[in-house]
């Protein structure tokens, strides 16, 4: 079954730029109603020109989460009903130097944020009975790293948490579908320092979400090669990951 028998309208938070941005473009393909929700309001007022679908457009900044719940609730009430939701905005500072500021801002965004809009998006789909909820961890998720010690933190708060969202929807019966995105590399602004490799473009990691979309996955890594990395970053010992 593709998307588009499974879904009516998707919302994306985080749709300004990089795989938000994308997977909009490839939904509205399908013949998705959009609902697109970004912090950056010039960058997210350029998309719905470039779709034939109904866009909506709404303002939305997750680093001041109940303002973010607010705005989120009224994108839905707008849109009318909302099968599919994206959590896609997110920050992530390389600190070597383990500076606070920098710290606060990756917590603030990547968990009371990402929590924030997560609350509001279960509360709709309980209501509603079914749909699927989708989050943009990261491989960092797998293990911590002094270079971000908030990312990787952060990112493994997301994968929990969609876990946790996963089992609530589960005892309660409700065919509600939770899938954990966990991209490796990919070519957006996030991608960031020395030493990258194995970079996605942006087109081919929306599809690989997408395709778990379709297939109702509950966790899915971008691209897949990056499963090899994960579970070598989950059997190295701490004496040799130290050394890295």
Not at 54 to 80: H, K, M, N, Y
Not at 201 to 223: C, E, F, G, N, S
Request: aromatic content about 8%; proline content about 3%; charged content about 20%.
């Amino acid at each position: 079954m593709n998307g588009r028998n499974q879904f009516g309208c998707a919302v994306i938070i985080g749709a300004s730029s990089g795989i938000g941005a994308e997977l909009a473009r490839q939904l509205a393909a399908r013949g998705y109603r959009l609902g697109l929700a970004a912090r950056r309001v010039d960058k997210l007022q350029e998309l719905p020109g470039q779709f034939s679908t109904e866009t909506v457009v709404c303002p939305l900044d997750v680093s001041q989460p109940e303002r973010a719940q607010t705005a989120l609730r009224e994108l839905i009430e707008q849109l009318g009903d909302v099968d599919l939701f994206v959590l896609s905005a997110g920050v992530g500072h390389e600190n070597p130097e383990f500076d606070w500021a920098l710290e606060a801002d990756t917590l603030q965004v990547n968990v009371l944020g990402f929590a924030a809009v997560a609350n509001v998006a279960t509360h709709h789909l309980e209501q509603r009975g079914a749909g699927m909820l989708v989050g943009l961890s990261s491989i960092a998720a797998v293990r911590g790293n002094g270079a971000a010690p908030a990312y990787g933190a952060s990112k493994a708060f997301v994968s929990h948490y969609l876990k946790a969202l996963r089992h609530r929807f589960a005892k309660a019966g409700r065919a509600i579908h939770v899938l954990d995105v966990q991209p490796g590399f990919v070519d957006t602004a996030m991608a960031k320092g020395d030493g990258l490799f194995w970079v996605a473009p942006v087109d081919k990691a929306a599809r690989q979400i997408l395709h778990a979309i379709d297939r109702k996955r509950k966790q899915v890594y971008v691209t897949k090669r990056w499963r090899l990395i994960a579970c070598l970053l989950r059997l190295l010992p701490d004496w040799l990951y130290h050394k890295m």
